[in-house]
């Protein structure tokens, strides 16, 4: 039986300190604001955005939703963005991706002001992990599984980590974030081989590669602490990740759930993020 590492905790420790922190800053008038700008009707995209919503809500931080259609040009969601930018009233923004067929994810990228972007997208902001001088902020999803790994006391220093998927979402930050922790990181892709021998290795391994439930117990050493990223809705409609649950949670020695893990802490690091950018916004004021 494994450790099962819950985001629930973790969750509840950084709203508390969230609350806290927009509680102080309430006191000098300022209500931490995200902007969250859409373009269409995105199931996943809607998904996420309640979770945001409910979140901030509790904690105390507001937000401005920016709803374009699904037709919008990308003139339409660069003048958007550069509302958000002009807006001292907020302090970050989150654009849904990926953006509809015929917009350009980079132009549209390099649009948002840097202090702005609390889910690491830019490319300041991805620089800052990679350099780790602390500028811009992490992808909130990366961030989530460090945080789960910290909450829970998972030892990394000297530890073999195995990431796979190496997006600029997650895989590619979450191995630079585990490199900071002095962590020996592996980051595999779609041409990788032997990947379920390569993942074996792992103390930690990190699952985020979009497929559902593709790491099964051969890929899993016993003992071994899985982190699942992949969210995915099954036949039934239920949540699941990329890692077979039944089959890993047996022989690992600790595991996130899906639905119940990083996905949950993802949002809080979110709100963490804009809490952030409002405080540093105050205080260059
Ligand atoms: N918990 C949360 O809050 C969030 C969860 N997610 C979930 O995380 C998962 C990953 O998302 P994201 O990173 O955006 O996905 P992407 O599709 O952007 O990236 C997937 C990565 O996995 C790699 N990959 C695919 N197949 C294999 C394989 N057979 N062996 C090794 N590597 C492989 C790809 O390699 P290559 O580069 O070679 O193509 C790619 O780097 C998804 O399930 C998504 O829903 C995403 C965001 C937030
Ligand atoms: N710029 C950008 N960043 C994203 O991170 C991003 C995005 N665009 N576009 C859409 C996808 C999808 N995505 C989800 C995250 C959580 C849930 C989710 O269901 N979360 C539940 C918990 C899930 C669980 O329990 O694991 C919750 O917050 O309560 C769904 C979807 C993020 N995305």
């Known amino acids: 039986m494994a450790q099962l590492l819950k985001g629930a905790p973790v969750v509840a420790a950084m709203n508390e300190k969230n609350a806290a922190r927009c509680a102080a800053l309430a006191a000098r008038g300022i209500t931490p604001t995200l902007a969250v700008v859409r373009v269409g009707q995105r199931e996943d995209d809607l998904a996420y955005e309640k979770g945001v919503l409910a979140r901030c809500g509790k904690v105390g931080v507001a937000v401005r939703p920016f709803v374009l259609p699904a037709e919008a040009t990308q003139a339409q969601l660069l003048e958007a963005l550069a509302g958000v930018n002009a807006d001292r009233t907020i302090h970050g923004c989150l654009l849904f991706r990926p953006l509809p067929a015929g917009m350009d994810d980079r132009t549209i990228r390099a649009a948002l002001a840097p202090e702005k972007d609390v889910d690491g997208i830019t490319d300041g902001s991805l620089a800052g992990v990679f350099t780790g001088t602390g500028e811009g902020f992490a992808p909130c999803t990366a961030q989530a599984c460090m945080e789960i790994l910290d909450y829970y006391g998972i030892p990394l220093e000297g530890k073999r980590v195995v990431v796979v998927g190496r997006s600029l979402v997650v895989g590619k930050p979450a191995a630079m ?6 962590a020996t990181v592996t980051l595999c892709n779609s ?3 032997n990947l379920p021998a390569l993942c074996r290795e ?4 990190v699952v985020a590669m ?3 439930g593709f790491i099964g117990a051969d890929c899993i050493r016993p003992g071994q602490v899985v982190v699942d990223v992949g969210i995915h809705v099954n036949e039934e409609g239920k949540l699941c990740g990329d890692v077979r649950f039944a089959e890993a949670e047996p022989l690992a ?8 893990g990083v996905g949950t802490v993802t949002t809080s690091v979110l709100v963490e993020h804009v809490v952030d950018a409002a405080q540093r916004a105050s205080e260059k004021e």
């Open 177 to 182: 974030l585990l490199d900071r922790k002095n």
């Open 191 to 193: 041409r990788t081989q």
């Open 202 to 205: 792992a103390d930690v391994l």
């Open 210 to 212: 979009g497929k559902r």
């Open 253 to 260: 020695g600790a595991i996130t759930p899906v639905p119940g």
